[in-house]
């Protein structure tokens, strides 16, 4: 099981960074999958109360790998961090299936969320939903919910709820498109499509292709029309009249 798992994350990788060459080198040379190991041996820590075994191991793999995951996190499968640097993930972040964050994404919180006997245990960190994309910088503030499949530009600051398939961008964040429901099943490198519908530059040379036709044929046609009725020659009319 835990095998498979990893095999699971590995294959993730390899699907979601066009530079990752063979498993090997994710392996051995991938911060985000090193992460995402310790994670996984502190959060089992975690769960079973050994609090301070688990920080230290979290604390370890921070410091080889820059990035910043509280054992307490809760994170699904196939989770990808790609580049891994100044990422960090609060203690009740909850993270889906097949998330990917890039490089010095914040999960983090905007308040201590104190209860009523002023202890720090109420959800104070986002919750992304599968398949969501959050681009590199972005910061997503608060107990708010970034919805399936939805996209969040890079140095995007999010302190508001993302519905599911849509792309938000900019400081605060604003949803600036929704995406494409069949794209957004299928992972994009960067967030980014690169099949996102017909080159603009391309469709206007098609039509402008398509009114040149249309007028060369006119233009036969009228020259027919004249061969027809004897009025060939405007120059030869023009010199007969003068
Ligand atoms: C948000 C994102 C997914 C949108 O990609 P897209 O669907 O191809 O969108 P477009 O590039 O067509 O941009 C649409 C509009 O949003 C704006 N926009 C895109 N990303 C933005 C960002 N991060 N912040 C602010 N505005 C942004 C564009 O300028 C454009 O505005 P316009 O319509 O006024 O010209 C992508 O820009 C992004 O930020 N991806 C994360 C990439 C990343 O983190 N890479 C690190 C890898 S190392």
Redesign the pocket.
């Known amino acids: 099981m835990v095998f498979e798992r990893l095999r699971e994350d590995i294959a993730s990788f390899k699907q979601r960074d066009p530079a990752a060459r063979g498993t090997l080198e994710i392996v051995l040379c991938y911060p985000g999958f090193h992460a995402l190991v310790v994670h996984r041996m502190a959060h089992w820590l975690w769960n079973q109360n050994f609090h301070l075994l688990a920080r230290i191991i979290s604390y370890l793999g921070r410091i080889v790998t820059a990035i910043e995951i509280h054992p307490g996190a809760k994170i699904g499968r196939r989770f990808v961090i790609?580049?891994g640097t100044g990422v960090v993930v609060g203690e009740t972040a909850i993270i889906g299936d097949d998330v990917t964050l890039?490089?010095s994404v914040t999960l983090g919180g905007t308040s201590p969320a104190v209860d009523s006997h002023n202890q720090v245990g109420q959800k104070r960190h986002p919750t992304v939903l599968d398949g969501a994309i959050i681009?590199?910088g972005a910061a997503v503030l608060g107990p708010i919910t970034i919805g399936e499949n939805a996209?969040v530009?890079?140095?995007?600051v999010v302190t508001r709820d993302i519905p599911a398939s849509v792309?938000a961008?900019?400081i605060p964040a604003k949803v600036?498109?929704p995406r494409n429901k069949k794209k957004a099943q299928e992972f994009q490198p960067?967030?980014?499509?690169t099949d996102?519908g017909p080159d603009p530059v391309l469709q206007t040379i098609e039509s402008l292709r398509g009114e040149v036709s249309t007028l060369m044929e006119r233009v036969e046609e009228l020259e027919t029309q004249r061969e027809d009725t004897g009025d060939a020659d405007p120059k030869k009319k023009s010199g007969q009249a003068g």
């Open positions: 790609d580049h890039y490089h681009g590199s996209r530009g890079a140095n995007s792309t961008v900019g600036i498109m960067y967030g980014t499509p996102g």
